[in-house]
């Protein structure tokens, strides 16, 4: 089970410590969350690693080197400020957050869908769904719906 909400904890507190690199355990979730973050413009880059830095070259992940794997996030500033101001989680392994997409359509429209506020100029949110992890206009876009993960506002 991918930690998401270690994930967006790490990337916040490296933005508050005002890091320009973080590390974080390399996982499919966390590397498809990641990517997102990064064509959105919120990360840098997104470097495959191990718990000492980034390769140089190109490494593969096998059994034998995987607790060493981490993804390393260049994090990304404007005028001395974060890029990123908030990333916070919207399900909640207590609260799964599962969405059609009709109720994705009224959160990025301006309406309120279940508990969930809608999403604000220049926010995002990330959707888990059966064709994989997707921002949440892409996910409307391909006509799917699934679990609502987190929203990043800058």
Request: charged share 20%; proline share 6%; aromatic share 6%.
């Amino acid at each position: 089970m991918p930690r998401v909400p270690d994930l967006c904890a790490r990337i916040q507190n490296g933005f508050r410590a005002r890091l320009q690199t973080i590390a974080i355990p390399e996982t499919k979730m966390n590397l498809a969350i990641s990517n997102i973050l990064y064509k959105e413009g919120f990360l840098s880059s997104v470097t495959r690693g191990n718990h000492l830095g980034p390769d140089p070259a190109y490494t593969p992940t096998t059994n034998e080197n995987v607790a060493t794997r981490r993804l390393w996030l260049d994090l990304k500033y404007k005028e001395n400020n974060p890029v990123l101001a908030q990333l916070s989680l919207v399900s909640k392994p207590s609260k799964k957050v599962h969405f059609t997409v009709n109720e994705l359509k009224n959160i990025t429209n301006g309406r309120r869908s279940q508990f969930i506020k809608p999403l604000q100029p220049g926010e995002i949110a990330i959707v888990n769904t059966n064709r994989g992890v997707l921002e949440v206009h892409e996910a409307i876009e391909k006509n799917v719906g699934g679990e609502v993960i987190c929203r990043a506002s800058s």
